[in-house]
């Protein structure tokens, strides 16, 4: 039940006076209250636990931590040699 | 899939083996709080890939497995009342209560219902105004959200025959428990990520400041987890303590606002029993009062429970950490994922049921150490 998976919003609606979309986790398609995410639009990734988004992913965040990772090989390289 | 495969990448992996086998220099022993991941370090074997000396014990961050006897008790007793729908996660079904589980209700002629998001239970409610039904409320900060917005939603919906059975539990009380154990061997806490999603990570400042302990709030891929154990063993190896964010890209320090805005005033924290370790002060979230109308505890008298756990069953010291699934006799013989004994061996954040998933024996006990 806990566990929460980054989907892609496509669509963003209003339902019974709640903010809902559409959240596309690679092509299974959810309905998902996006109440909780007020500032999520179509073509952001939100984290989605039990039917509700719970966090915008910042996609420059998710770049910078790839980039740290990627960047500690140039480091291990040259500490360990060849 | 965007922002998964990425996170898994092997050669990735790789290199932050490499980087925490230079980094470390002696002995150290971690806690992952959540289920989510242990699951992901057991299934990937990230646990037996570590460098010598470090040792990941498995946290309570299962909820399924920390929901006490009585509320699944109770919540059986329900079902059984005629005219009523009890609605649940799908992984409640088949935890195994003092006599039954509720699937085996389900076969029997209850009316039990799996929903995915409990907003599903509120449109239950609304499609059946004769009949009453009861939403099973349970799981940590990540799920308190939404069962907050499906009371609320169901008070202006204005419906009368909607309640649900709470049991949330918090876990800086509980990761606080943990380190106030006797012989706790816990050095430093890999904290779940998705609950600092919702609720930030300030109430942890205190708790590393107070038993210096390194905290990093910790993402559930393998790359997340390897890095999330890099950052804490930095700490240790630097005679540091803080709070740091290895999951960055979906945790803010506040959290999500809204989000506990919710959560304050539909819930306050009580006191709270977790099965398998006991009571914990203020590690729970009940109704307030405001909200008491849709408490399925008033709503239904079933009398007194007499709960039992099953007696072969070591779940308190697996929550606890004190032993690994591996440590228990009935560890894949009598209790298995379709047979269940105890709590840990039903879901996959039980770290039982993630041991047997990953084809460990008890026989390999000794060589994985
Ligand atoms: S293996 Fe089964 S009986 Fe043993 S502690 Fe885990 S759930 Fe309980």
């Known amino acids: ?82 | 899939m965007k922002y998964l495969d990425e996170y898994r990448d092997p050669e990735l992996a790789r290199l932050l083996l490499a980087e925490l086998r230079r980094v470390t220099t002696r002995p150290w022993t971690l806690m992952e709080v959540c289920g989510g991941q242990t699951n992901t370090i057991v299934r990937q074997g990230i646990d037996e890939l570590l460098p010598g000396g470090i040792r990941m014990i498995h946290g309570p961050g299962c909820p399924v497995c920390v929901t006490p006897l009585e509320v699944l008790d109770r919540a059986m007793a329900i079902a059984q009342t005629p005219g009523t729908i009890l609605t649940s996660f799908g992984d409640m079904l088949r935890v195994p209560g003092s006599r039954t589980d509720l699937l085996a209700l389900r076969a029997r002629g209850a009316d039990v219902r799996i929903v995915y998001s409990p907003m599903d239970a509120v449109t239950l409610a609304r499609d059946n105004p004769d009949r009453q039904v009861v939403f099973l409320a349970v799981g940590f900060e990540t799920t308190a959200p939404a069962n907050a917005m499906a009371v609320l939603h169901a008070a202006t919906l204005g419906l009368t025959n909607f309640s649900v059975l709470v049991s949330h539990v918090l876990v800086p009380p509980a990761m606080t428990a943990v380190l106030r154990a006797p012989g706790c061997q816990v050095q430093g806490f890999l904290a779940a990520g998705h609950v600092c999603a919702v609720m930030g990570w300030t109430e942890y400042e205190p708790m590393a400041a107070e038993f210096r302990v390194p905290i990093v709030v910790t993402g559930f891929e393998p790359l997340d987890l390897l890095e999330g154990i890099l950052m804490a063993v930095r700490q240790l190896e630097q005679g540091r303590h803080e709070v740091e964010n290895q999951y960055a890209r979906a945790v803010r320090r506040d959290g999500n606002t809204a989000a506990r805005a919710a959560i304050r005033r539909v819930f306050r924290v009580t006191d709270r029993t977790w099965r398998g370790i006991g009571a914990i002060p203020d590690s729970g979230l009940a109704l307030t009062d405001e909200f008491a109308a849709f408490d399925a505890r008033r709503r239904f008298d079933v009398g007194r429970l007499v709960v039992r756990e099953h007696p072969d069953c070591v779940a308190g010291d697996i929550l606890t950490g004190a032993k690994t699934p591996l440590d228990c006799a009935a560890y894949g013989t009598a209790c298995t994922p379709r047979t269940p004994l105890g709590a840990p061996m039903v879901s996959a954040e039980g770290t039982c049921a993630a041991y047997h998933n990953a084809g460990r024996r008890r026989e390999d006990r000794h060589a994985s150490r």
């Open chain 1, 1 to 82: 039940m806990c566990l929460g998976i980054p989907g892609l919003v496509t669509e963003v609606e209003q339902e019974d006076g709640l903010r809902v979309g559409t959240v596309d986790f690679g092509g299974v398609r959810k309905r998902v209250c996006l109440a909780y995410a007020p500032e999520a639009s179509a073509g952001d990734y939100v984290i989605v636990h039990v039917g509700f988004a719970i966090s915008v992913v910042d996609a420059a965040e998710a770049q910078r931590t790839l980039a740290v990772l990627r960047a500690m090989g140039d480091v291990l390289d040259q500490e360990l040699g060849p």
